[in-house]
């Protein structure tokens, strides 16, 4: 079958590696301008001009990266079918259309409000305490477009730093740690669990991504899968969906926010579980059968971010597994991944802080389990 992807980066890259051994052929559509899968056929397209060209060389569309034009999306798909459908985009891209869908599911999240003024930005702060996070409600991802306001009075300086005219302002979650819940599902309305993974993020960005999780009582994880199936049949969702979650002391979960793709959080399952995320997307879309998403082995996605280390040095780590964007460095750029799978967690930690350790610039790796 021949795809065509939305968006022209890593994650598409590891869309098409995927596909292939199923024969897949992968056309990419780069609305960017700066296009860096580096695989299979890529039309850069910024003004629209070969979009029916694009159309003429696939069967179906899916997409990598959400902050599409949502008109965009709905002209494709009324010419090829497209999976996740507009409607998940719209609403990912749109935190305030986000909330509110977390709200009428009964998918509880942290105290907000929305502000579309700097005096109602101090208002809010005052009202939710101090600290809070002011998001902008479109736009943002790896921690661009917000703010922590530590007091009420920053309020005007955050507003004129996001530079947006509307606001999500959330209370802080006294939380334990911050996982992620991966589900598939099918066309046939099939739905499929990963584990839960805890992520590690520094100044935004994900550096750390750990799965299963050895202290994680079942009953959260089957909260976690009834949320999520929750959202996939609201939206009749067919793909990868990934959810972030605060895991808080009390052991309830309370969501973040969810992307409509696959994730980077997710990269674990790539050489850690029976099929990776990216194989069950396109088993997903296609109308397969999907593909078992237990874990083989304790797993932990380490990312390449900034600068990259000797891939001589990071192979020669047992069961190490290097995964290059082939991208140019560039401070805060994710530039790959390393999978490190071990028979135990505790020698799973062994190796992350060995991994960490030839990284430059890698923070240093601590999880909620170890404590």
Not at 87 to 99: G, H, L, P, T
Not at 294 to 320: F, K, Q, S, W, Y
Request: glycine share 8%; hydrophobic share 40%; charged share 25%.
């Amino acid at each position: 079958m021949k795809i065509g992807v939305l968006g022209a980066g890593q994650l598409g890259r590891m869309l098409a590696l995927a596909g292939y051994p199923l024969a897949n052929r992968f056309t990419f559509l780069d609305t960017t301008g700066h296009p860096s899968a580096g695989i299979g056929e890529v039309m850069i397209d910024t003004d629209r001009r070969h979009l029916e060209e694009f159309l003429e060389r696939v069967d179906l569309v899916t997409y990598e990266f959400e902050h599409l034009p949502v008109s965009l999306v709905q002209a494709i798909e009324e010419h090829k079918p497209v999976h996740p459908s507009s409607e998940a985009i719209r609403v990912c891209q749109n935190r305030a259309e986000e909330k509110a869908l977390f709200d009428r599911l009964g998918i509880p999240t942290p105290a907000y409000r929305l502000v579309e003024s700097a005096e109602a930005l101090e208002a809010a702060a005052r009202e939710l305490g101090t600290p809070v996070v002011a998001k902008s409600v479109t736009e943002g991802y790896d921690g661009k477009g917000q703010a922590v306001l530590k007091d009420p009075a920053e309020a005007a300086d955050a507003w004129h730093a996001i530079n947006h005219p509307r606001l999500i302002v959330e209370a802080f979650v006294d939380f334990v740690r911050e996982v992620s819940i991966i589900a598939v599902r099918g066309r046939d309305g099939e739905v499929a669990f990963y584990p839960m993974a805890e992520n590690v993020h520094v100044d935004g960005i994900l550096r750390y991504s750990v799965a299963p999780l050895p202290d994680l009582d079942a009953a959260i994880q089957q909260t976690a899968d009834g949320y999520i199936r929750a959202l996939l049949d609201e939206l009749d969702y067919v793909g990868v969906l990934t959810l972030e979650l605060f895991q808080t002391r009390d052991g309830g979960l309370m969501a973040n926010e969810m992307a409509p793709r696959v994730h980077n959080s997710g990269h674990w399952t790539m050489d850690g579980a029976v099929t990776s995320q990216f194989e069950n997307h396109l088993r997903a879309i296609q109308g397969l059968p999907l593909g078992d998403t237990a874990a083989r082995l304790p797993t932990c996605m380490v990312n390449v971010i900034g600068r990259e280390g000797d891939p001589a040095e990071l192979l020669a780590i047992e069961d190490a597994h290097l995964h290059r964007y082939d991208k140019s460095e560039r401070a805060g750029r994710k530039l790959g991944h390393v999978n490190l799978v071990a028979p135990t967690h505790d020698a799973l930690l062994e190796k992350v802080r060995a991994c960490a350790a030839l990284l430059p610039d890698a923070p240093e790796p601590r999880f909620s389990f170890e404590e």
